[in-house]
């Protein structure tokens, strides 16, 4: 979620099958209708939106699991007592975990009486409602039937009571009338740039909301002998680095859809078929970090359509953890400057002071990160620089602001194939293979 929320999420789980939702009416300029014609499930719009102003609708898919979600937000005011909420849709359910909450109460919600919650980091001191203004709420309402949509609710500097009226007001959206696609300008020639312009032409991936929406692109007889054909990997803005990849014809003076995979993965040619691998996420893996090693299959065009092979272990899984060890947690420098979330496979920080030198940006008006990454193995990453429009993702190292212990100067913590050792001149982190980073207020490095 935004970077404004503190890394605590408010979120509304709300199966929509009560009676009294009512149809949002056909308007092609309406985003909420633009969404729900890319998606197969149903789409709520809020009619009461508090007089906040509508910065965003996206539609977005999940790196690992596949799934398609509708992501709004709106806003009022400006600086840090900015108010605003968002909604996040998605069916069966949504990538991610909302965090946690204690409940402090309940609330109506079109006559169905459900928990409010309130977003606490343990073991940090209870919290009670009048937390939840800042630290955000949990309302979480399910509802039996087929095709049901789940949404999540988030705000900051919104009183609850307030929230609850955008909640209640949430109303179906009509899919628009289809309208002709627009006219390609494709060449017919195999590049990421071609790629790029028919994942915008035809709103696949992440093209409406990332400059780069393409993230790898295959060329070759897929297709058979003679045939000319596209594979292009869908980008998103996370560690996972896609979120799917589709095959393209060249046919007809414009490219056309043959494949869509909805799950994020490597490509290589093979001959004329098309190699995917993916990480294996085991359970309890963080997602951007997964332990099962990886898996490959082998896609073939048989003529009429592609057929997968079998799924083969191609890397072999990391050693588990001991029962009872240690798999999570944040720790952060005595001046508090520097914190870091660890998993059971790696350490990612953050420098509040910012990183000097600053890594590079992705444009005008786009942030700098002050975060690196670093696993076990393998070279230290940057976080991802944020432009406008565009989530800005969650807290990161710093959502264990209340409970990271601290690491004493002269003492080093040790956990998923890193050591880190804290020191008055900064905090040193280095991995098996012998990269790793320094971070202080005057520099940093990735060695």
């Known amino acids: 979620m935004r970077k404004y929320l503190v890394g605590v999420i408010a979120l509304l789980a709300l199966t929509l099958t009560s009676p009294g939702l009512v149809a949002v009416a056909s308007g092609s300029s309406n985003p909420w209708q633009n969404a729900a014609a890319r998606v197969t499930f149903p789409v709520y719009q809020p009619t009461e939106t508090l007089g906040f102003k509508l910065t965003r609708v996206n539609v977005q898919q999940c790196g690992y699991g596949g799934n398609t979600s509708v992501d709004a937000g709106y806003s009022k005011g400006s600086g840090k007592q900015r108010a605003v909420f968002g909604l996040t849709e998605a069916s069966p359910q949504f990538c991610g975990d909302a965090g946690e909450s204690i409940t402090v109460g309940s609330a109506d919600v079109n006559g169905i009486e459900v928990p409010v919650q309130v977003f606490c980091y343990s073991p940090g001191p209870k919290c009670t409602v009048e937390d939840g203004f ?59 740039a071609e790629a790029t312009a028919v994942a915008k032409r035809l709103h696949l991936g992440n093209a409406d909301s990332l400059s780069n929406p393409v993230f790898q692109v295959l060329c070759g007889a897929f297709l058979g002998p003679g045939s000319r054909a596209m594979v292009a990997s869908l980008s998103i803005p996370s560690c996972g680095r896609t979120a799917g990849w589709v095959v393209l014809r060249w046919t007809g003076g414009a490219w056309q859809l043959v494949l869509t995979r909805n799950n994020g993965a490597d490509l290589a040619a093979v001959g004329s078929d098309i190699r995917e691998t993916m990480f294996v996420l085991r359970p309890g893996d963080a997602h951007c970090f997964p332990t099962g090693g990886t898996r490959a299959r082998t896609w073939h065009w048989n003529g009429v359509r592609f057929v997968a092979s079998a799924w083969k272990q191609v890397a072999p899984g990391k050693a588990t953890a001991p029962a009872g060890a240690a798999t999570g947690g944040y720790f952060k420098t005595p001046s508090g400057n520097i914190q870091c979330g660890y998993v059971s496979t790696g350490v990612y920080c953050g420098i509040k002071s910012g990183l000097n030198p600053p890594p590079p940006s992705r444009g005008p008006g786009c942030s700098r990160s002050n975060r690196v990454s670093l696993g076990a193995t393998g070279r230290t990453h940057t976080g991802k620089s944020i432009c406008p429009g565009e989530d800005e993702g969650d807290a990161g190292p710093f959502a264990g602001e209340g409970v990271a212990r601290v690491l004493g100067y002269g003492t080093t913590w040790s956990g998923g194939g890193v050591r880190c050792t804290s020191a008055a001149t900064g905090l040193t982190c280095r991995n098996r293979s012998g990269h790793g980073f320094f971070l202080s207020r005057e520099r940093w490095r990735a060695y």
Not at 146 to 152: M, Q
Not at 165 to 172: D, I
């Open 134 to 192: 800042t630290n955000g709420f949990l309302l979480y309402v399910r509802r039996p039937g087929s095709n049901r949509t789940v949404i999540a609710a988030y705000s900051s500097h919104v009183a609850l009571d307030d929230l609850l009226k955008v909640v209640r007001s949430l109303a179906g959206v009509s899919k628009p009338v289809a309208a002709s696609p627009p006219a390609s300008t494709a060449s017919g020639r195999c590049s990421k």
